[in-house]
């Protein structure tokens, strides 16, 4: 009945239904054939020389009870991560004007905690209030909500909520044990209950096959309606997580991903996500062909290590790309780069 419903708004969206065998067929095509139909896609429904910035930062860092096999903040593993309580409110005020000013659009805080209690989300709904005023867009990723919660930080101005599905329902088990799949959909209904934006993708790179990145990608596409932000990450293999020593994936699998989520998701915003830093500017190109369209922007991605933004300015000029909204303006290169209060979440982001 359930599924019936979803096709039914689906078709009332124009969104298509994608099983993995086509999307596995998507993944199949030639290369060139492949990113030629993703950016033919893009070209559709963006800008094409515009990519979306988004700030980061870890407002709650360390300590979550959970077991997310490739995170450095589960209390689990033996990491670098220090573990910090929530940021005072100026910290984070600082931090977001300091995004702003270095061109940031949308500013997002991540706490490591399994599900916000009745005062965390207090709190945090007072932080997404005050940065909401200083004229940005607002995300956070606090991991499960309950009934009420989604509604609670959408009165404050909240925009979007990530929470990720990381993985296919078949390989998920192998990552996380301590929170259902079903559990994460549960939370993303609430978040799309409440009329806040949905912002969920996963993670590539930690042991899955080929089928499970399609199996992500169809969990995706065929939420009606699908995401409007897609986060997609490369596996950040912390010392000390049970993924640390996981095999780099093909480079090249990395970018069909993305073209394969420009293809299923075309009005979605795709963000080149954790694992940034360890791509050159020649990869990272590519991707942006592939249909990627948003960045993580600022020196630290909640608690690993994000390419320099003097980096990315460069990175920027030499493609043309400006920051969305920005049309013809620069990125502010004498601005101070933002900052994440410590290193890691990683993958984080992708976390959640
Ligand atoms: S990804 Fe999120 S929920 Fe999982 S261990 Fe890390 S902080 Fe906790």
């Known amino acids: 009945m359930e599924a019936i419903s979803i096709s039914r ?24 054939d492949l990113v030629f139909r993703a950016q033919t896609e893009h070209r559709k429904h963006h800008a094409p020389n515009e990519v979306q910035l988004s700030s980061l930062l870890s407002i709650k860092t360390g300590a979550c009870p959970e077991d997310c096999a ?53 709190a945090v709904a007072e932080l997404v209030a005050e940065v909401k005023a200083l004229g940005l867009e607002t995300c956070v990723t606090l991991g499960m909500l309950k009934d009420g919660q989604a509604e609670q930080l959408r009165d404050a101005g909240l925009d979007y909520y990530n929470h990720n599905l990381d993985t296919s ?43 499970d990145r399609a199996g992500l990608i ?15 990450n490369n596996l950040v293999k912390v010392p000390g997580t049970p993924l640390a020593g996981e095999a780099d994936i093909d480079p090249f699998e990395f970018v069909r991903t993305i073209a394969v989520a420009r293809i299923t998701m075309p009005r979605t915003v795709v963000r080149l996500s ?6 050159d500017d020649s990869l990272q190109a590519l991707c942006f062909m592939a249909g990627a369209n948003s960045i993580f922007y600022g020196d630290q991605l909640l608690t690993t290590a994000n ?32 900052i994440a209060n410590d290193l890691e979440y990683a993958t984080a982001h992708a976390a959640h």
């Open 169 to 211: 329902p078949e390989f998920y088990g192998s990552i996380i044990t301590t929170r259902r799949y079903q559990d994460r959909l549960d939370t993303l209904a609430r978040v799309r209950n409440a009329g806040i934006n949905v912002c969920c993708g996963g993670i590539v790179g930690m042991g899955e096959s080929r089928r």
């Open 9 to 32: 708004r689906a078709a009332q969206l124009g969104q298509r239904n994608w099983s993995v065998d086509e999307i596995l067929a998507l993944y199949a095509l030639p290369f060139m």
């Open 274 to 279: 954790a694992g940034r830093e360890q791509m």
């Open 70 to 122: 490739y995170c450095p903040q589960s209390s689990r593993y033996d990491t670098d991560t220090p573990t910090e309580k929530l940021l005072p409110v100026q910290e984070v005020l600082e931090a977001a004007r300091k995004a702003k000013a270095s061109g940031a659009q949308r500013f997002c805080m991540g706490a490591a905690w399994r599900s916000p209690t009745a005062r965390q989300i207090d």
């Open 218 to 232: 169809a969990e995706l596409a065929n939420m009606a309606p699908y995401p409007e932000s897609v986060p997609i």
């Open 307 to 338: 390419p320099q933004v003097l980096r990315d300015q460069a990175l920027f000029e030499r493609l043309d790309i400006v920051p969305a909204g920005m049309s013809s303006a620069k990125m502010p290169l004498d601005a101070e780069a933002p």
